[in-house]
């Protein structure tokens, strides 16, 4: 098996931020729909719902890292 290549770090901070913005864009409006929380410009979350997101959010990077072999931007940009 050949050696590993080292991945770009400019990749790494792309995915990580890519994915936040992804997880909390899609997972805070859909907790806003449950909830109610939609507003003209998108979600507004506060109290339980809000924590509701942060723990998607760490979940999201956990289950990730943990099961999937990567969430979706490390995949997309081949940083794992």
């Avoid at 590993?4 to 994915?19: H, M, N, Y």
């Avoid at 719902?49 to 999201?60: E, K, T």
Wanted: proline share 2%; charged share 10%; aromatic share 16%.
């Amino acid at each position: 098996m050949e050696g590993v290549k080292p991945v770009a770090t400019w990749r790494k901070v792309v995915a990580a931020i890519l994915d936040f913005l992804t997880i909390f864009f899609v997972a805070g409006y859909v907790i806003a729909l449950l909830t109610g929380n939609t507003t003209e410009g998108g979600f507004q979350l506060n109290g339980m719902p809000a924590l509701v997101l942060f723990i998607v959010i760490i979940a999201y990077f956990w289950l990730g890292m943990r099961y999937a072999g990567g969430t979706l931007w490390q995949r997309i940009l081949k940083t794992r």
